[in-house]
C-alpha cells in the first residue's frame, strides 16, 4: 500500500513561483509510475506530467512545459513539481498519483493511489 502526501499549496501572484512536494510513505518513485494532476473547477482532472518507472527524465505537457518541472530526491520518496511563472489559468488542486507499471498514463482511472490534494490559486 503506497500513502501519498502533498504539502506547499497556497495563494501566490500571477508570475510567481510555488513548489509542491509529495512526499510517498516508502520509496515509490523508482518502482511506480508517479504523476502530478490538477482539477480545476467545472473541469476535469488532466495531467500535469510525471516520471515513468524504470525511465530517465520527467515528461510534462504542452500547457505547463518551460514553466514547470517535476524532480525527485535521491531516496525516490519525495516528487517536486516547481511551478514558475503561473497563470490565472493555473488554478487549480493539485493532486500526486502513482500507478504500477512503466505508462504515464493521461486517465487519471489509471492510478490507484492519490494524495489528498493542495490548493494553488494564482491571483491577479
Known amino acids: 500500500q503506497v500513502q501519498l502526501v502533498e504539502s506547499g499549496g497556497g495563494l501566490v501572484q500571477a508570475g510567481g513561483s510555488l513548489r509542491l512536494s509529495c512526499t510517498a510513505s516508502?520509496?515509490?518513485?523508482?518502482?511506480?509510475?508517479a504523476a502530478w494532476f490538477r482539477q480545476a473547477p467545472g473541469k476535469e482532472r488532466e495531467l500535469v506530467g510525471g516520471?515513468?518507472?524504470?525511465?530517465?527524465?520527467?515528461y510534462l505537457t504542452d500547457p505547463v512545459k518551460g514553466r514547470f518541472t517535476i524532480s525527485t530526491d535521491s531516496a525516490k520518496i519525495t516528487m517536486y513539481l516547481q511551478m514558475d511563472r503561473l497563470n490565472l489559468e493555473d488554478t487549480a488542486v493539485y493532486y500526486c498519483a502513482a500507478r504500477l507499471g512503466t505508462a504515464l498514463s493521461p486517465g487519471a482511472r489509471d492510478y490507484g493511489y492519490w494524495g489528498q490534494g493542495t490548493q494553488v490559486t494564482v491571483s491577479s
Open positions: 516508502r520509496s515509490t518513485f523508482s518502482r511506480y509510475t
Open positions: 516520471i515513468r518507472s524504470m525511465a530517465s527524465g520527467p
